[in-house]
């Protein structure tokens, strides 16, 4: 508890000075300062309209994050989140591309569901696969992967996938009513997604501290050669942890074909992967900081949608600030930790 | 479909090819000294909009390319200063700065976006130039593009045969040893990592003013920074061989387009998308994964 | 030159390495700095070549005090140093790892320094190749390097910690010849050793350390008695090994090959059995540890088969060896036994496995706390393992020993614990095996007076096969030492052209 006090305390300076940096750059900009923070706050909090926007884009950055939690504890970089979950939108997409769909609408949503969670293990799974087989360090192939299936993504959507007459980068076309993700009106908010991104976060968190699973991923981050001699299987964890953070990014990426788009769309992604990479550092690989960081960033992330609208600047600045947090948040870390050496040395 | 005009089609690897040489050298120069700078692709983007931006304003190139330079050493500088003096994961800070550096490139190039700006025109070496094929691919290029030709053979040089490159090389292999020879590994890391840093930067440069004149959201650099650091690793670390990866990507980014007049069936998006898994495939599965393991780079920097 | 150290203190932490340590070495001696394993020689000669700051006391050089910040430093006053593990770069050439730190400004001049190597080579006695990647290089040869390397330099103070340590008995000859050159012509040396041997043979003068102090001086001809009392305190006797008879075969190789290592293990001929205790000899990396993990299944042999309780093991993996009751301990701790950022109760979790899905916390907290102090572990069970001693971590990983193992194997056991811990371990596993007569171990040592005191049978390995297989007690030092540099008499013949040239 005391530790999460101290890091809350490294978090809270890291914001102030990342918001600092962030000043500086919207001054050189030419851009108003407070009028832009202003417009970020009610562009995410506004209405209750524009929250439920903040949840929508809570829930695949949460799910994801939970996911990456299993790698970060191995010691794997996982950078193929994105390519994971647009893996799980193509098997949704494809699942609910069957022409029974319409007649059996809930049992397809479940299905397509599963197929999302498949499709983004499978796709973890080939990056785990060149790791502990191949000897590819999962960075780049992670990457490759995220460049083949932005590839497949394409392809579908010009190709086999277009829509009559027409393809074009605004997706495939709508599925029918049936198949989309109950809403809580007035909000376009659904409680399903909702549901599995708090799910998500609790069963990440229990399996993590009580099943021998959570140890055991921890022990090989920290010493792959040693939990050999303890009767671990090194390769076989990585290849779980890989799955598990696949199956939580396709699932995000069903949850985006079946809440928010229903359709596939080319930026189906919509960089959550990545994001949530950031998401996971900032929060310093804590189960439960985890869900708050995310939603601060999804917060970010929905405001300065109206920022070019609104003052004429890019939407990209909450970019910037998610950036300069972690930065700022490492750099605080590490400033500390060198003043308790020296204290330490003397 | 039009023919294939070897002449022509090697001429646009060169001179396609040039911003990846630079990056791709850069980088090299960097892990040599055994540090990663994994925000390649944000801060090509960076130095991209910077040089543009730059140039624009002021109207003149060598100012664009001097800002673009110093911003890509000043990516290198955060990387360099938060893994060698603060000790956090290099990866995890290269990272981040890769996602920043590209929003911060989006963000303050908006106004700057689709304008008509300088950019660096072909100037022929004269008298090389007449020569039957050799003239035309490598000697009627922009100046970037002679940049990039010279500096594979400079930095084999210096790497190989200057005291600075054998001990650039040394602290890359062993920072302790290094250390007892007189030699400071932070400093040398540093050094690196900013003068890596800067051709980092000439390459974003060399992207908007000349290579994919303009600045835009999306530019058209998008991704390349990652191609660069995979041909390093493939080049196993020898500047020569990774340009020749280089080469071979803008080499598969021509064919692209080529490919694309002559099967109009597949949707134009999959020749641009490919090139990039193509070649990040084929470098790993040629047995650069093997070199991976023994790379110079050790993960924690200095002593 | 003359150098004078003055109450040199260094202090780690609360660990004091260095405590008041003051002796003079004059020009043209071989001065020997002795002491057992841990004694505080290394961190003094560290100090001595600017390496590591010291905390405390005044070094003097030729009567004025200097004093340095860097090993640049002390190199320009003259001092060089040969660390134990050499500061090399295995990828750069030989002529390369000579110029580094030498060559100045921006041009490298091989041809220059090419010439001023074999000069020197002439000069010591040494002959490299100076195109030879340096990684190719035995331990003999890249030591030979670094000398040349530092005498170029115009070091006039040579400190040579442990350099006997991994050579061959041709390349110690040369060693020596090369620092009788050196002393002739007004050069000191400082050489750091445990070994009695070396000292007797080369130095003028010694000063012995203990637990960081000194505990004396004294001036060649040496009394060995009364230098093993002040390297030792009283010097404690191993527990005598209980006779027991061989028992039915545990484990049996059969012309076995397997890479790793600097050698790989070669056509590996041996049948162990219930009740031996088999110490393993040789230089480091002779193949002694690529045996001890193929016996273990970590490493698959490349040929030949592996039977065990003759059941036959080729081909089967680490898991299927540990059912079998193998139980292996590494040598280096941290890296490769203990999980650092873990705690001591979470070992103990992660090893029990009689819970496959949940993790039974208090159940391993009290587990922690029981072997803690049955194997007098000096730390709690929330201790993290990185923060514990070397000697404790050792304790640590005994106590996972499983109760009856059927083959233990052991790699170099006591390495880099003080006296009292290694007599702790040895008086452990005899009594482990005391409870049962169908255990073998198998431990390898660099340590002949080890083997001899705790192995019934010896295998001396060289160049990665079994040259020597014997009793214990039909042997002596004289012999396996013999034997592990590679004259075994018989041997050469059989394997004629074997022999490692000396270069």
Known sequence: MTLLIRYGRYLLLGILAAFAFTTLILLFAGAPPLAAYLHLFKGAFGSWNKFAHVLNAWIPLTLCACGLLYTFRIGLWNIGVEGQMMLGAVLTTLVLRFSAAEQFPLL????????????????????????????????????????????????????????????????????????????????????????????????????????????????????????????????????????????????AGSVQVTGIYHRLIPAISSNYGYLALLVVMLAGYRVWLTPAVALFFAALNVGSIQLPMMLRIDSSLSGVIQGALVLATLAVHAWHMRRQEREMNR | MNDLNLTLLFAGVVAGAAPIVLATLGETL???????????????????????????????????????????????????????????????????????????????????????????????????????????????????????????????????RTTPGLNLQAVGEHPKAAYARGIDPKTVQLVYALCGGCLVGLAGATFSLAVKPGWGRPQGAEGTGWIALALVIFGGWHPVRAAIGAYLFAFLQVMGIYLQEWFPSVPAQVFQVAPFPLMIFTLLLTGAARRFRTSPVTGQAGR | MEITLR??????????????????????????????NGAGKSTLMKVLSGYTPRTGGDILADGRPVDFRAPEDAARLGIGMLYQDPLDFPRLTVLENFMLGQSRGLFLSRARYRARLRELCDYLGFSLVPEAPVRRLTVGERQQLEILRLIALGTRVLILDEPTTGISSDQKEALFRALKTLTAEGKSVLLVSHKLEDVELLCDRITVLRGGQMTGEMDAPFDTRAVLSMMFGAPPGIPPRSRVTPGRPVLAFRNVSAPGGRTGLISCDVTIHAGERVGLAGLEGSGQGVFLRVAAGLTRPGQGTVTLNEMPMTGRDYHAFRRKGVCFLPTDRLAE??????????????????????????AAFLKAQDRIRDFRVKGTPDARVEALSGGNQQRLLLSFLPRNPSLLLLENPTRGLDLASAHWVWEHLQGYGGHDPEMAIIFSSPELDEILMAADRVLVFFDGRIVRDVRTDETGVAELGRAIAGDTGSIRHAFPGHRRPVI
């Open chain 3, 337 to 362: 036994g203990l999980v650092p950022g873990l705690t001591i109760t979470e070992h103990f979790a992660l090893r029990d496995r009689r819970h496959p899905f949940l993790v039974k916390w208090t």
């Open chain 3, 7 to 36: 109450d040199i203190r260094k202090y780690y932490g609360l660990v004091r390495a260095n405590e008041g340590i003051s002796m003079t070495v004059r020009p043209g001696t071989v001065h020997g700095i002795l002491g057992e």
């Open chain 1, 108 to 251: 397809f949503l479940v299905l397509a569901f599963l197929g999302g969670l498949a499709g983004g293990a499978l796709w973890a799974l080939l990056a785990g696969f060149l790791k502990t087989k191949g000897g590819v360090n999962e960075i780049f192939a992670g990457l490759g992967l995220n460049f083949v299936a932005q590839g497949l993504l394409l392809w579908l959507i010009f190709g086999p996938w277009k829509r009559p007459g027409i393809a074009s980068m605004s997706g495939t076309e709508l599925f029918s009513r049936e198949l989309w993700l109950p809403v809580l009106r007035p909000f376009r908010l659904s409680p399903v997604g909702l549901t599995l991104a708090v799910l998500a976060v609790i069963v990440t968190a229990l399996l993590l501290r009580y099943t021998r699973v959570g140890l055991s991923l921890r022990a090989i981050g920290g010493n792959p050669r040693a939990t050999r001699l303890f009767g671990l299987r090194p390769g076989l964890y990585m290849l779980l942890a890989m799955s598990f953070a696949g199956g939580f990014a396709g699932l």
């Open chain 2, 30 to 160: 960097t892990e040599k000294a055994g540090l990663i700078n994994l925000s390649l692709d944000g801060s090509i983007l960076l130095s991209a909009m910077t040089g543009f931006t730059v140039a624009y304003l002021s109207g003149s190139l060598f100012w664009g390319f001097l800002a673009a330079a110093a911003v890509g050493a000043l990516v290198a500088a955060v990387v360099a200063v938060f893994s060698v003096y603060l000790k956090q994961s290099q990866v995890a800070v290269g990272f981040v700065l890769t996602l920043m550096a590209r929003d911060l490139a989006y963000f303050l190039g908006n106004p700057y976006a689709r304008l008509q700006g300088p950019q660096a025109g072909p100037l022929p070496v004269p008298l090389l130039r007449e020569i039957p094929f050799l003239g035309p691919v490598f000697f009627q290029q922009s100046l970037p593009v002679y940049l990039s030709l010279l500096l594979i053979g400079v930095l084999w040089w210096y790497l190989y």
